[in-house]
């Protein structure tokens, strides 16, 4: 019974990809007084149209619940643009063939690289003061990305990325 836990916790704990999340803003920001938010007019965000509007319907529920309004004329817009990316295989077999003697000396090593390559998603998430025209808050997500995804998986996947981003919205000064 034990080993069965213990490859059950295993289990769980790699088959969650980590979501890293890097914020900046501008440190002289006044965050108390964003009541009002639309989504950026121009946004391309690079993902597909389906993926998109998940992402955006995920991200309208998570600011709704925190108090957040949508309005024509709002206080800040929401920008969100991404990108994909093969991550660097980190696993490889090194095969070698040498030969020395007591003055010569030789070999030849070839990396094999292990597994497939993963895909990675940065999704970059701005927040624009709509009075002034400049970037006040900026989120840029990392995580795995499986391009062949149910939707199902697809939505739970953005809901955890927004979740993260948004943890940290607005920072504590």
Not at 56 to 75: K, M
Request: net charge negative; aromatic share 12%.
């Amino acid at each position: 019974m034990k080993q069965f836990f213990s490859i059950f916790i295993l289990v769980i704990t790699f088959s969650c990809a980590p979501i890293y999340v890097n914020y900046d803003y501008e440190s002289d920001t006044d965050f108390s007084t964003y009541k009002t938010y639309n989504m950026f007019p121009e946004m391309q965000t690079g993902l597909s149209e389906l993926d998109t509007n998940r992402l955006l319907n995920t991200i309208d529920q998570s600011l709704q619940a925190r108090g957040y309004i949508v309005s024509e004329t709002p206080d800040f817009y929401v920008n969100i643009t991404s990108s994909e990316y093969q991550a660097d295989r980190g696993n490889a077999v090194g095969v070698g063939i040498g030969g020395s003697g007591r003055s010569v000396g030789g070999g030849i090593s070839i990396g094999i690289p292990i597994g497939k390559a993963n895909i990675n998603r940065e999704l970059v998430f701005d927040f624009i003061d709509a009075k002034k025209d400049a970037l006040f808050w900026q989120a840029l997500s990392e995580s795995s990305f499986n391009p062949n995804a149910t939707p199902e998986k697809r939505e739970e996947r953005l809901k955890a990325i927004v979740t993260k981003v948004f943890s940290k919205y607005p920072p504590e000064k």
